[in-house]
């Protein structure tokens, strides 16, 4: 998923206007690629039935990491990869790779996917508090209102409405975990904007998560607590249900998903793209039921409308706060 805090930054040589006739084109890729990243935690269910987490986690980003490699190899303006940012490139692809995933698809195994959509949705929510603490960012009125209506919807969806129940829920430790999830997604943006300015925004996260595959290879060769079972053992039993749902979480999700994603920054700029971000937790929702057969409760319902209603007066309330920076 990209960042949802509607600070993305458009890549360089970016102008951020693209002709007329173009625009349908991005807003048709932009569509697209909320679909794919809302589907994604419906995909990441069925590779779950054969693949531990972990193992998923190595699955996905190792064919992904093969995809980008492809394209970067292919291309002649790519920028490329200065030895100084080798180790901020790793730590990126610990946080985002080894740590993100890891933790949303161990969610996945104790939550349903519409409740996982949610909850990481508040990922925002979190970069504003951090970026508040650092001292990077003033939180007005509106960002303290959203936060504060975000994590109330939150805990409707954790405690289906009712408040004692807030650690009986059946549920917890995967919402809890999604909860973790939001918290290193967003340290992640927090850590990698220097990063996504130095390099084009789509060849950074190309970077990313093959440098978060490799902290993972060695790992598919050896039982651990995290995967009692190693990938090569995983892999000699893997039927075609749970392959195509490790490549479908790889090429659309993680390599065109992101790609359509910048396109759109450099055509319509950071903030009209973010709207787009709106989508993922609906397509969440419709797949979960859908293909799932998960339930949709009036709780969840309403605090995912809560959490929408939050993050979007939050990250409304930061986007004045920086065109007035700019402004000034």
């Known amino acids: 998923m990209a960042a949802t805090d509607g600070k993305a930054r458009p ?23 909320s679909l794919f990243w809302g589907t994604s ?13 972990l193992n998923l986690v190595m699955v996905r980003f190792g064919l992904a990491s093969i995809l980008f490699a492809v394209i970067l190899g292919c291309g002649r303006d790519w920028p490329r990869l200065a030895l100084r940012d080798v180790p901020r490139f790793l730590v990126l692809g610990f946080l985002v790779i080894s740590s993100y995933f890891y933790f949303q698809f161990l969610a996945l195994r104790y939550t349903t996917t519409i409740v996982c959509a949610l909850i990481i949705a508040t990922s925002p929510i979190f970069t504003a508090l951090f970026s508040h603490l650092l001292g990077r960012e003033q939180l007005r009125t ?8 975000a994590f109330t ?68 060769w050896f039982a651990t607590p995290l995967a009692p079972e190693p990938l090569y053992v995983q892999l000699r039993h893997l039927t075609w249900h749970s392959f195509l749902g490790a490549l479908y979480l790889a090429a659309p999700c993680s390599v065109f998903a992101y790609h359509v994603w910048y396109k759109g920054v450099e055509a ?4 009209r793209t973010s709207v787009f971000t709106y989508l993922n937790p609906l397509f969440a929702i419709g797949a979960g039921i859908v293909i799932l057969r998960e339930p949709l ?7 995912g409308a809560m959490v929408i209603l939050g993050v979007y007066a939050t990250n409304v309330s930061r986007q004045k706060d920086a065109l007035a920076v700019r402004r000034a």
């Open 153 to 220: 919807g939150v805990v409707l969806i954790i405690t289906n409405g009712r408040w004692a129940g807030l650690v009986q829920s059946g549920s917890w430790k995967g919402d809890g975990l999604m909860l973790l999830n939001a918290v290193v997604w967003s340290g992640f943006t927090i850590y990698g904007q220097t990063l996504l300015r130095a390099y084009r925004p789509f060849v950074a996260i190309a970077y990313v998560q093959m440098a978060g595959t490799l902290l993972l290879l060695p790992l598919a």
């Open 268 to 271: 319509l700029g950071p903030v």
């Open 41 to 53: 935690f419906a995909a990441a269910k069925i590779g779950l039935r054969q693949l531990s987490p």
């Open 142 to 149: 509106l960002a303290v209102a959203g936060i504060a209506i």
């Open 11 to 33: 890549a360089a040589g970016g102008s951020g206007h693209a002709p007329g006739s173009g625009l349908g084109t991005v807003y048709l890729g932009l569509g697209t690629g």
């Open 297 to 303: 409760k009036v709780f969840t319902l309403l605090g």
